[in-house]
């Protein structure tokens, strides 16, 4: 266990941004699923709606720093793709 002050208080900080960041990290996979889920079932309409508030979730999630940039774009391409496919 650490003796100075300022690095009890790193743990803290450290613990602090780690649940938020698993926090994130966990409603970006849940719209990510619901996108999903809408694709495999074959409802369009339901699958761009859920796309827009995943695109919307994984953009903050990436202005936060819990994703880089590069990893959620491609999150958004593939999610798109999936989308885009569908008839």
Known sequence: MANIKSA??????AETRAARNKAIRSKVKTVCKKVEAAVAAG?????????LVAISE????ASKGVYHKNTA???????????????
């Open 58 to 61: 994984i953009d903050k999630a």
């Open 8 to 13: 009890k208080k790193r743990i803290l900080v």
């Open 43 to 51: 409802d369009k309409a339901a699958a761009q709606a859920n796309l």
């Open 73 to 87: 774009s491609r999150k958004v391409s593939r999610l798109s793709k999936a989308v885009n496919a569908m008839a």
